[in-house]
């Protein structure tokens, strides 16, 4: 999917990087191992949602079949009492 975005952005003469990277572009390291100490997995792909899910400013679509999400965004937001 990475893959068919670059060349639609390359397509329209969009300025890239020689390797652009989505998960680099929306979060850091330090962010990252913030969300990996409140449950987040440290898989690429669970990363990825969680850069997703903090950059967004509306409600996220959540398909979490094995409930590592919804524990970590508890977690997360637990100083304003998310239930």
């Known amino acids: 999917a990475t893959a068919r975005f670059v060349q639609f952005l390359q397509d329209r003469d969009v300025p890239l990087s020689p390797d652009p990277d989505p998960l680099a572009s929306l979060s850091t390291e330090a962010e990252q191992a913030r969300w990996c100490a409140k449950g987040l997995p440290r898989d690429r792909a669970s990363l990825e949602n969680g850069a997703i899910m903090m950059s967004s400013k509306r409600w996220n ?4 079949p094995q409930n590592q999400g919804s524990v970590w965004i508890k977690h997360k937001e637990a100083g304003r ?3």
Not at 61 to 64: A, E, H, S, T
């Open 61 to 64: 679509l959540i398909i979490d």
């Open 81 to 83: 009492k998310l239930q």
